[in-house]
T-cell receptor, first 114, second 114 residues
Framework: ETGVTQTPRHLVMGMTNKKSLKCEQH?????MYWYKQSAKKPLELMFVYSLEERVENNSVPSRFSPECPNSSHLFLHLHTLQPEDSALYLC?????????????FGPGTRLTVL | AQSVTQLDSQVPVFEEAPVELRCNYS??????LFWYVQYPNQGLQLLLK??????LVKGINGFEAEFNKSQTSFHLRKPSVHISDTAEYFCAVLLNTGFQKLVFGTGTRLLVSP
């Protein structure tokens, strides 16, 4: 498989559930990103990892917990979410965190919080 | 602070007609600009990018954009659109704050009808 993959593609969860989103990149990149895409709003950068080290936490609530076990995998652990957290969550990767290289995006996980 | 404005939330156009999607940016430093496209139920895909050099940038699928420093614009154009160009288009500016941070506009939905 090539590019950036995300699973699951769709997720429905209650406010008391715990779930995880998974992202995998097959491009040999060193930097990975989580974005939130809500209707009528610009994409919001949530987290940035470079060589498995978190370099940015963009004031994201603690109910979102990222994990980067290696440079190919990125997780977003979710717990006690709110309905306003319903959105498309996109993962991306780039060669290097400090370069002007292209960010490659996965297809996203459509999250619905009931 | 750098930001991106896409004034048109939706642009309807007939097939084979030309189209221009507008993007204006604000920045006080070197500017790196991107256009991404998002087809339904998919992630973002890079159309083209301006880093330096020629102000006319050609991208995939017949799209091109022109960097205009005096007007702080980076409008996207295509001389003849297809039904398959129906998608959401995002303009973005790159911040280099020790890591690569893309700041996106709110997007423009291009609707191509027969």
């Amino acid at each position: 498989e090539t590019g950036v993959t995300q699973t699951p593609r769709h997720l429905v969860m209650g406010m008391t559930n715990k779930k995880s989103l998974k992202c995998e990149q097959h491009l040999g990149h060193n930097a990975m990103y989580w974005y939130k895409q809500s209707a009528k709003k610009p994409l919001e950068l949530m987290f940035v990892y470079s060589l498995e080290e978190r370099v940015e936490n963009n004031s994201v609530p603690s109910r979102f917990s990222p994990e980067c076990p290696n440079s190919s995998h990125l997780f977003l652990h979710l717990h006690t979410l709110q309905p306003e957290d319903s959105a498309l969550y996109l993962c991306a990767s780039s060669q290097d965190r400090a370069s002007t290289d292209t960010q490659y995006f996965g297809p996203g996980t459509r999250l619905t919080v009931l | 602070a750098q930001s991106v404005t896409q004034l048109d939330s939706q642009v309807p156009v007939f097939e084979e007609a030309p189209v221009e999607l507008r993007c204006n940016y604000s920045s006080s430093v070197s500017v790196y600009l991107f256009w991404y496209v998002q087809y339904p139920n998919q992630g973002l895909q890079l159309l083209l990018k301006y880093l330096s050099g020629s102000t006319l940038v050609k991208g995939i699928n017949g799209f091109e954009a022109e960097f205009n420093k005096s007007q702080t614009s980076f409008h996207l154009r295509k001389p003849s659109v297809h039904i398959s160009d129906t998608a959401e288009y995002f303009c973005a500016v790159l911040l280099n704050t020790g890591f690569q941070k893309l700041v996106f506009g709110t997007g423009t939905r291009l609707l191509v009808s027969p």
